[in-house]
């Protein structure tokens, strides 16, 4: 962890040149990652997209989608190697407030029952579950679930 705190940590928007990091670290931590279109789309539609680097590495990024006075956190990664040192936080953090700025009073977003990882994060951040999504996501057995969560975003603590 101190090399991580003498390293230089900046957030920075993401944008078409940074796609072939993003799908690294997407490859890299999920068995169904994102798409290269996904992310080319994503960032065409004028979503909010952020990362997170480290001396000049990627370590992390999310995908904020505004609309009215929501926001939907749409992707959300950390590398694995730097998962545990709170820049899962620092990303969520940053959307969170990015989204307020917005104007969005409320975030929602989708996470799968069995990442525990995320899940224990955005319950860190007082998210609370208000439905499922059956069969949203593919999975090795067919398709998992998804929980939806929410948070209003009057303030922004954690």
């Known amino acids: 962890m101190s090399a991580v705190l003498s390293a230089q940590v900046e957030m920075m928007p993401m944008g078409h040149g940074d796609v072939d990091e993003m799908l690294a670290v997407e490859r890299a931590v999920y068995p169904f990652p994102w798409t290269r279109g996904n992310f080319l789309d994503s960032i065409a539609s004028g979503y909010s997209s952020w990362g997170c680097r480290v001396a000049g590495e990627l370590v992390g990024y999310y995908v904020l989608m505004l609309a009215l006075d929501e926001a939907h956190l ?6 694995e190697k730097r998962q545990g040192m709170g820049f899962g936080a620092g990303l969520l ?5 990015s989204a307020r700025r917005g104007g969005a009073m409320m ?13 224990a994060l955005y319950r860190h951040f007082g ?7 059956r069969a949203y996501y593919a999975a090795d057995a067919g398709r998992e679930d998804a929980l939806v969560l929410q948070h209003p975003l009057a303030e922004v603590s954690a």
Do not use: W, Y
């Open 93 to 97: 953090r940053h959307a969170m407030r």
């Open 107 to 119: 975030m929602l977003l989708e996470v799968r029952p069995s990442n525990d990882k995320a899940r």
């Open 127 to 133: 998210f609370e579950q208000i439905g499922v999504r």
């Open 74 to 79: 749409l992707n959300l990664s950390v590398t």
